[in-house]
């Protein structure tokens, strides 16, 4: 079975800097690679995802970077504000399913 | 338009006891997605409807955990019994095409936070 790794657990940024979590996965048949956004009491939201033809996206303030050869991704969020506090998962998605990684608790303080 | 819909928020039951959850998806959204969410943990699928076929149930407890998806639109999952290991988020998603078409797109409700005392 597909796993996601993720690091770190939790990240404490202050306003205005970069958040920058990391994932790694294992097997090479992949569709897209997503990441989506947690707040307390809400379910998952889809927040950017990537294909494994492209080395970057970016939307707005998050920018998805994909290694294939190192099998890692990563997601940078710049200009962190405080409303970006919430709980990040990257996953794996193929043709049917999605498997997501542990999250990691982001904290944006003033 | 109106987002999935989950009920009731909130159940605390005493384990042994049977309980239920209901979701309703986006209308007009083919596929549904039952998903489990331990504390600290990434959600984890129990459960795939396409319309109302149950495609992919192998990580469903079926010893005590059931489901339905009747006229291919609202869903309930069951417990019976419930157990102190079943204490978790159930959340409920939906996605606008069959499997194999963009499968991450999918539109989560706010789930249901069940604690087994």
């Known amino acids: 079975q597909q796993q996601v790794k993720q690091s770190p657990q939790s990240l404490i940024v202050q306003k205005g800097g970069i958040s920058i979590i990391n994932c790694a996965y294992e097997?090479?048949?992949?569709?897209?690679f997503p990441w989506y956004q947690q707040f307390p009491g809400k379910g998952p939201a889809l927040l950017i995802a990537?294909?494994?033809?492209?080395s970057e996206k970016k939307e707005g303030r998050f920018t998805i970077s994909f290694n294939k050869s190192a099998k890692q991704f990563s997601l940078h969020i710049m200009d962190s504000q405080p409303g970006d506090s919430a709980t990040y998962f990257c996953?794996?998605?193929?043709?049917?399913?999605?498997?997501f990684g542990p999250g990691t608790s982001l904290s944006v303080i003033p | 338009e109106a987002g999935v819909v989950q009920s009731p928020r909130y159940k605390i039951i005493e384990k042994k006891q049977p309980v239920a959850f209901w979701c309703n998806p986006i209308?007009?959204?083919?596929?549904l997605y039952w998903y489990r969410q331990n504390l600290g943990q990434g959600p984890e699928l129990l459960i795939r409807?396409?319309?109302?076929?149950?495609?992919?149930d192998s990580q469903l407890p079926k010893d005590r955990f059931s489901a339905e998806r009747l006229k291919g639109v609202d869903s309930t999952l069951k417990i019976q019994p419930a157990e102190l290991g079943d204490s978790a988020v159930y959340l409920c998603?939906?996605?606008?095409?069959?499997?194999?078409?963009?499968?991450?797109?999918?539109?989560f409700g706010p789930g249901t936070r069940l604690t087994v005392t």
């Open positions: 996953a794996w998605s193929s043709y049917d399913k999605v498997i």
């Open positions: 097997n090479t048949a992949f569709d897209y």
């Open positions: 990537i294909r494994p033809d492209v």
């Open positions: 209308s007009g959204h083919n596929t």
């Open positions: 409807y396409e319309n109302e076929e149950a495609v992919d």
């Open positions: 998603a939906s996605s606008p095409g069959l499997a194999g078409v963009n499968s991450y797109e999918q539109y």
